[in-house]
């Protein structure tokens, strides 16, 4: 599933993959810690489960 976040230098929505954390789970996605953005390549961090 893609999730959308936002670059904190640019501005730019980027577009992450998540990964189901179970064998049939629809609603639990892990997501990468960091990720850099395509257009300024600053490196964006996902935000915590809790937050």
Avoid at 4 to 23: I, L, M, S
Avoid at 33 to 46: I, K, L, P, V
Wanted: proline residues 6%.
């Amino acid at each position: 599933m893609d999730f959308e976040f936002v670059c904190w230098r640019c501005g730019t929505t980027c577009v992450v993959w998540g990964k189901p954390r179970g064998f049939w789970s629809t609603t639990h996605y892990e997501l990468p810690g960091e990720f850099d953005c395509w257009s300024c390549g600053a490196m964006n961090t996902t935000p915590d489960e809790d937050d």
